[in-house]
């Protein structure tokens, strides 16, 4: 089952804005990971965090993880029109074998 | 090389039909998988291959049967499916257990049955 929930499902934003997407999860992680699929063709991933981290980098992306609060966010900065797409965020809140996914935030940058 | 092959892009198939999705990888990987994905849905697993073998099937009906015939390559057989089983269908693969690793896909294969 997907245990993941993430706000907003939908968001359109102007290109140089900045992008701001939560997941919430329902159990406990050791691990959360962050995917972006382009329309229609396979995820590609963005970053990881362990649950002992707070905060993670990567170019235009910063990732937070509170596990008290059981959620996640990705801060997309300066967003351009690239960065169109659907965005998960997966757990192994199923276990070590497999990642469970959430239900995405479509995210539009518009020109 | 970091990449994830899939064949056919596009899959057109009847319900009485016996069709099969390849999967390829030459990253040295140990873990591959198998995801159903419908429109605007999250990918949802379906086997998880680890060394080889088989450890993980969410339930998936009979009419899709994974084969993993060496550690680069997954298939995927589909024999007798229901239209309601079209879909985008992602193989993945990674490193080492998915919880821990990150998961390289492949562009996938859109089945339609008809």
């Known amino acids: 089952s997907q245990q993941g929930e993430e706000d907003p499902q939908a968001l359109s934003i102007q290109e140089g804005e900045n992008a701001t997407m939560n997941c919430s999860y329902k159990?406990?992680?050791?691990?959360l990971q962050w995917y972006r699929q382009n329309s229609g063709r396979g995820l590609v991933h963005l970053i990881l965090?362990?649950?002992?981290?707070r905060e993670k980098h990567s170019g235009r992306l910063r990732v937070t993880l509170d596990t008290s609060k059981k959620s996640s966010s990705l801060l997309i900065t300066a967003s351009r029109a690239a960065d169109t797409a659907s965005y998960f965020c997966a757990t192994d809140a199923g276990g070590a074998q497999k990642l469970v996914f959430g239900q995405g935030t479509r995210l539009t940058i518009n020109p | 090389d970091t990449e994830v092959t899939q064949t056919p892009k596009h899959l057109v198939m009847g319900m009485t039909n016996k069709k099969s999705l390849k999967c390829e990888q030459h990253?040295?990987?140990?873990?591959m998988y198998w995801y159903k994905q419908k429109a605007k849905k999250p990918p949802e697993l379906m086997f998880v291959?680890?060394?080889?073998?088989?450890?993980i099937n969410e339930s998936v009906p009979s009419r899709f049967s994974p084969e993993c015939p060496n550690s680069s390559l997954l298939n995927l057989h589909l024999h007798a499916l229901q239209p309601e089983d079209s879909a985008l269908y992602l193989c993945a693969s990674s490193y080492g257990l998915a919880g821990v690793y990150e998961q390289y896909f492949g562009p996938g294969t859109r089945l339609t049955v008809t």
């Open positions: 291959y680890s060394y080889e073998k088989l450890s």
């Open positions: 159990t406990s992680i050791n691990n």
């Open positions: 990253m040295g990987h140990r873990a």
């Open positions: 965090i362990r649950s002992n981290e």
